[in-house]
């Protein structure tokens, strides 16, 4: 799994206390603030609102009950909201709420945070509350070591994730073709990273999020998720500033991605060359393939894998950046059996920078700009403005 493998080819924050959908135009993470604290800069054209999805949000886009919660970190106070406190309710699962205090508080996260793969969890901040990995630490893991199989679901609202990094730790064997691959085959998810769970955001800022810097498979800066059986459904949230090889702010690989009201902007894919499987040029196997190319795919999302489909519905990208001689600088889809679909709707992509490619096997949708790269089943788009096309 990887990249495009194509031939021929080489914004503004959520708003304070909104629920499902709500978010306003304009603006980066606050500094110090807790969820939905607005700062000046960040995407968003001046004057332009943002984009808002005309079709009816399912229900699993709905932020989750938490009047009865499992666990309440914090006895009122801000001192009371240790990492300690944290932990100890994240490994429990269920519902996560808070009692820190009236202001905004950030939870310094020291260690990363374990979800449970047996049981639900919703972690509700509140709009107060801001975990930050310092630069140094991944924020929330959840792994099973099956693919595809559980129905456990993750739901994060009204929080803010910033400065989660995930380290790599096995790097990618030197090759004597100077063609092959380079950097890492692990480090992915600087905020979060799921193996075979389903994940639901609501209303929620990742910033300043990353994950390894390098390699044709590694990547997501704010999120990674593979082997998803019913992938991830995001509404209302902002990524901005995130970093990673492959998906700057979000890398699927196997997972099926609704993105509803959302904000993509100034996110990176950091690695080059994006990724191809070619033996004439690379006679060493990485990953079972012989991989040529370090990544760099999807500025703002890479998506890759088989039988699962991609929606975007008052969306908006911009400013997303692919890495050099990589593709998609807002997005990057692989359908490897051409049997996933596209569909944008209502959503806007505007100064994303990177290579780009419309490849798909049925439909009218030919062509979907300079910020995309894409193979696939189909595509459908309607009331959207997309570089290169509108």
């Not at 000046?40 to 808002?52: I, M, V």
């Not at 500033?241 to 894919?269: P, R, T």
């Not at 009218?364 to 788009?381: D, H, R």
């Amino acid at each position: 799994t990887g990249g495009p493998r194509a031939s021929g080819g080489t914004a503004g924050a959520h708003a304070s206390g909104g629920g499902a959908g709500a978010r306003a135009s304009g603006g980066g993470p606050g500094t110090g603030g807790g969820a939905g604290a607005p700062a000046s800069g960040g995407g968003g054209q001046a004057g332009t609102p943002a984009p808002s999805c005309s079709l009816p949000l399912p229900a699993s886009a709905r932020p989750a009950d938490t009047s009865t919660p499992t666990s309440v970190v914090g006895t009122g106070s801000a001192a009371s909201c240790t990492f300690g406190e944290l932990s100890a309710a994240v490994t429990k699962g269920g519902v996560v709420t808070f009692d820190c205090g009236a202001a905004p508080v950030t939870i310094g996260v020291t260690a990363t945070l374990t979800l449970p793969t047996n049981k639900n969890t919703v972690i509700d901040g509140g709009n107060k509350i801001t975990l930050d990995g310092g630069n140094a630490v991944q924020i929330l893991k959840y792994y099973s070591a099956n693919f595809q199989a559980l129905d456990t679901v993750v739901t994060l609202q009204h929080l803010t994730l910033v400065n989660g990094k995930a380290t790599p730790t096995e790097a990618i064997p030197p090759a004597s073709e100077a063609a092959c691959s380079q950097g890492w085959n692990d480090g992915q998810g600087g905020a979060v990273s799921m193996r075979d769970g389903n994940l639901v955001i609501v209303d929620c800022l990742f910033a300043n999020n990353q994950a390894a810097p390098l390699g044709p498979d590694t990547g997501g800066g704010a999120i990674y998720l593979v082997g998803s059986k019913h992938g991830a459904t995001i509404v209302g949230s902002t990524f901005t500033g995130n970093k990673g090889s492959v998906g700057g702010a979000i890398y699927s690989l196997y997972g099926e991605l609704d993105i509803y009201n959302s904000v993509f902007a100034g996110n990176v894919g950091t690695g080059n060359g994006a990724n191809s499987d070619d033996a004439s040029m690379c006679s060493t196997i990485n990953n079972d393939q012989h991989e040529v190319g370090s990544g760099g795919n999807g500025g703002a999302i890479a998506a890759d894998g088989n039988d699962f489909n991609l929606l975007f519905c008052g969306d908006d990208f911009e400013n997303n950046l692919a890495g050099s001689k990589a593709f998609g600088g807002a997005l990057c889809f692989t359908s490897d059996n051409l049997a996933g679909t596209l569909s944008i709707v209502d959503t806007r992509m505007a100064g994303n920078t990177g290579g780009h490619w419309t490849n798909v096997t049925t439909g009218s949708v030919t062509n979907v700009g300079t910020a995309i790269g894409v193979n696939a089943k189909s595509i459908t788009l309607s009331g959207s403005t997309l570089q290169g096309v509108n």
